[in-house]
Structure formats: structure tokens, C-alpha cells
């Protein structure tokens, strides 16, 4: 019950963030009925290898929030070719998803943050939260190749 009280709240705060709406990203819930599971949408920081494509997101959170990190976020096709996502599943991994780094007393761990961070991301990948060693063997030692698959990912 605290969960959905806090997802209610932050809902409405990101639905009037202008920090979010400056990136152009904006969050909705699929179903009226389950304050659970959210997805989201943005546009592709400008300057990254992924700008100006409209990535959608699917946010699944447990009874527990904030308490756990959400249980899965995952982009929705097209998945970008990133450190940070699964390529077969989209799934996101940030530092700030992880458990051992989630606190629920920080003001960061919050689904503003998650998006602001996965923003964040899309031009400047986290090293230290690779989701895929072909894709980061690619990114440490073709850059080039990286880049273009990149940009390729977005635009099917």
C-alpha cells in the first residue's frame, strides 16, 4: 500500500518535471489499474550517437518500492546497441539499479533519477555496468564499429 501511495506521488511530480520534459521524456502507465508498471518515453540526447530517436522504456516495480529498485527497466524496440542494455532483452543496467547501491533514503533513488540517469547514459555510457561483453569488447577495442552500430540500432 506505501508503495502505490509513493508511485502515485512521483507520477504526478514527473508528469510536471521540467527537468523531463526539457530532455523530452515523459512517463505514463499502460493500464489505469496497476501503478506497478509504467512506461516511459524519450528523446535521444542531442549530440549522442542515438539523437533525436524516440526511445520507449518499460518500468516494473515491486510492492516493496522504494525500498527495491525497480524490478525491470528495459527499452522497448528498437533497443539501443549500448554498454548498458541487454541486447536480446533490452534490459537496462545502471549503477543506480543495482541493490547493493539502491537506498531508499537517498533522494536520488527515485524513478526521476532512474530516467535522468538512463538519459544521462545514452550519451555517455557507464563503463562499470556492462550488460554485454561483445558490445563492450566492441566499445574498448573498435570504437569506430561501436559507433556505427549505434547509430544503426536506433534507426531500423
Given at each position: 500500500?506505501?508503495?502505490?501511495?509513493?508511485?502515485?506521488?512521483?507520477?504526478?511530480?514527473?508528469?510536471?518535471?521540467?527537468?523531463?520534459?526539457?530532455?523530452?521524456i515523459s512517463v505514463y502507465l499502460p493500464s489505469d489499474s496497476n501503478i506497478l508498471y509504467w512506461n516511459?518515453?524519450?528523446?535521444?540526447?542531442?549530440?549522442?550517437?542515438?539523437?533525436?530517436?524516440?526511445?520507449?522504456?518499460?518500468?516494473?516495480?515491486?510492492?516493496?518500492?522504494?525500498?527495491?529498485?525497480?524490478?525491470?527497466?528495459?527499452?522497448?524496440?528498437?533497443?539501443?546497441?549500448?554498454?548498458?542494455?541487454?541486447?536480446?532483452?533490452?534490459?537496462?543496467?545502471?549503477?543506480?539499479?543495482?541493490?547493493?547501491?539502491?537506498?531508499?533514503?537517498?533522494?536520488?533513488?527515485?524513478?526521476?533519477?532512474?530516467?535522468?540517469?538512463?538519459?544521462?547514459?545514452?550519451?555517455?555510457?557507464?563503463?562499470?555496468?556492462?550488460?554485454?561483453?561483445?558490445?563492450?569488447?566492441?566499445?574498448?577495442?573498435?570504437?569506430?564499429?561501436?559507433?556505427?552500430?549505434?547509430?544503426?540500432?536506433?534507426?531500423?
Open positions: 500500500m506505501a508503495a502505490k501511495m509513493r508511485l502515485t506521488k512521483e507520477l504526478k511530480d514527473i508528469q510536471k518535471s521540467p527537468t523531463l520534459k526539457s530532455h523530452g516511459a518515453s524519450m528523446i535521444a540526447p542531442t549530440g549522442s550517437l542515438y539523437q533525436g530517436a524516440n526511445l520507449k522504456l518499460e518500468i516494473n516495480l515491486s510492492e516493496r518500492y522504494p525500498f527495491e529498485p525497480p524490478k525491470v527497466v528495459k527499452f522497448l524496440k528498437p533497443i539501443p546497441y549500448h554498454l548498458n542494455v541487454g541486447q536480446s532483452d533490452g534490459q537496462v543496467c545502471i549503477g543506480l539499479l543495482k541493490s547493493d547501491q539502491w537506498n531508499p533514503t537517498a533522494s536520488n533513488c527515485c524513478i526521476e533519477s532512474v530516467l535522468t540517469t538512463i538519459f544521462a547514459a545514452l550519451a555517455r555510457p557507464q563503463p562499470d555496468s556492462i550488460v554485454d561483453d561483445d558490445v563492450n569488447s566492441t566499445y574498448m577495442h573498435n570504437r569506430s564499429v561501436y559507433e556505427e552500430r549505434a547509430r544503426r540500432s536506433v534507426k531500423a
